[in-house]
Nanobody, 125 residues
Framework: QMSLAESGGGVVEAGNSLRLSCTAF??????????MGWFRQAPGKEREFVGV????????SYADSVKGRFIISRDKDLNSVYLQMNRLEPEDTAVYYC????????????????WGQGTQVTVSS
C-alpha cells in the first residue's frame, strides 16, 4: 500500500515558476522500482497526463503541452518526485495530482494505482 502527499501549489503570475513536490509513504514506497508522475485537472475538464518518471529516473515522458517548460525529477532516498514548472501560462491552471504505479510507466488515469489528494495551481494573466 502507498499514500502520496503533494505540496507546493499556489498562485503565480504568468511567466513565473513553481515547484511541486510529492512524497510517497507506506510499504510499497520502499520499492524503488515504482513509477511516479503527475496529472492535472482543470475545471470542467478531464484529468490529463502531465509527466512521468520511472524507478531509475532514466525514462521520462511529458505531455506535449508542457514539454520544454516542465521538468520532472525524483529523489529515491526521499521517496519523492518533483515537478518544476517554468514559464507558466494561464492554461496551466488546474489541480495537480501526484500518481504512482508499481512498475509500469503510465500516461493514462486507468494505469495509475495510487493518487494523491491534489494541490491547486493558479496562474494569473
Amino acid at each position: 500500500q502507498m499514500s502520496l502527499a503533494e505540496s507546493g501549489g499556489g498562485v503565480v503570475e504568468a511567466g513565473n515558476s513553481l515547484r511541486l513536490s510529492c512524497t510517497a509513504f507506506g510499504r510499497a514506497a520502499n520499492n524503488y522500482r515504482y513509477v511516479m508522475g503527475w496529472f492535472r485537472q482543470a475545471p470542467g475538464k478531464e484529468r490529463e497526463f502531465v509527466g512521468v518518471i520511472d524507478g531509475s529516473g532514466g525514462r521520462i515522458s511529458y505531455a506535449d503541452s508542457v514539454k520544454g517548460r516542465f521538468i520532472i525529477s525524483r529523489d529515491k532516498d526521499l521517496n519523492s518526485v518533483y515537478l518544476q514548472m517554468n514559464r507558466l501560462e494561464p492554461e496551466d491552471t488546474a489541480v495537480y495530482y501526484c500518481a504512482a504505479n508499481s512498475v509500469l510507466v503510465f500516461t493514462t488515469t486507468r494505469e495509475v494505482k495510487y493518487w494523491g489528494q491534489g494541490t491547486q495551481v493558479t496562474v494569473s494573466s
